[in-house]
T-cell receptor, first 116, second 115 residues
């Protein structure tokens, strides 16, 4: 089945450690996204990538880094510089569309990061 | 500039009664509008989308939404709520003019269904 696979589903980190969240898609989509979700705040965009080897900062990129070396993969690293990393992280890809902006997002099941 | 306002953070309905989740948007150009549903600790799933075709859009699980340009609204409705509808719902706007890669999310409406 086609879709987005995120791993791990749950992750615990000590303060000062970097962690990497995996996101893999087999939908052949060019665009991929990382969102952070906190209770009562909806989704906030961390980074997005429109094509391989290219990515842009979103609204809350500080303390995060990404890479896009393959079309299928868009890993997110939460660095020790991120002051409040405990959150639910969602990866998505967007379908191509003839009408700009009308492609729909396909989401993974999310990764819940807890800093101890 | 684009923005989305979900007018209710929490809606509670009895099973079998109608559901109305309200969404107002602001967009400089012709928008695409989406409703997504999220069950606890899960990713989001598309319910339906509007992309300048028919103003009444039918989605999955019996949901539908009507695009009203004059009211800048895209409210989500369902005639009869089911227990499985209990979830968080997000309204999203995308600007067709810019082919925006930033999709603007509302803050969500939590739907509770009372047996």
């Amino acid at each position: 089945d086609g879709g987005i696979t995120q791993s791990p589903k749950y992750l615990f980190r000590k303060e000062g450690q970097n962690v990497t969240l995996s996101c893999e898609q087999n939908l052949n989509h060019d665009a991929m996204y990382w969102y952070r979700q906190d209770p009562g705040q909806g989704l906030r965009l961390i980074y997005y990538s429109q094509i391989v080897n290219d990515f842009q900062k979103g609204d809350i990129a500080e303390g995060y880094s990404v890479s896009r070396e393959k079309k299928e993969s868009f890993p997110l690293t939460v660095t020790s510089a991120q002051k409040n990393p405990t959150a639910f992280y969602l990866c998505a890809s967007k379908s191509d569309s003839l009408i700009p902006g009308s492609g729909e997002l396909f989401f993974g099941e999310g990764s819940r990061l807890t800093v101890l | 500039a684009q923005s989305v306002t979900q007018l209710d953070s929490h809606v509670s309905v009895s099973e079998g009664t109608p559901v109305l989740l309200r969404c107002n948007y602001s967009s400089s150009y012709s928008p695409s509008l989406f409703w997504y549903v999220q069950h606890p600790n899960k990713g989001l799933q598309l319910l339906l989308k509007y992309t300048s075709a028919a103003t009444l859009v039918k989605g999955i699980n019996g949901f539908e939404a009507e695009f009203k340009k004059s009211e800048t609204s895209f409210h989500l409705t369902k005639p009869s709520a089911h227990m499985s509808d209990a979830a968080e719902y997000f309204c999203v706007v995308s600007d067709q003019q810019t082919g925006a890669n930033n999709l603007f999310f509302g803050t969500g409406t939590r739907l509770t269904v009372i047996p």
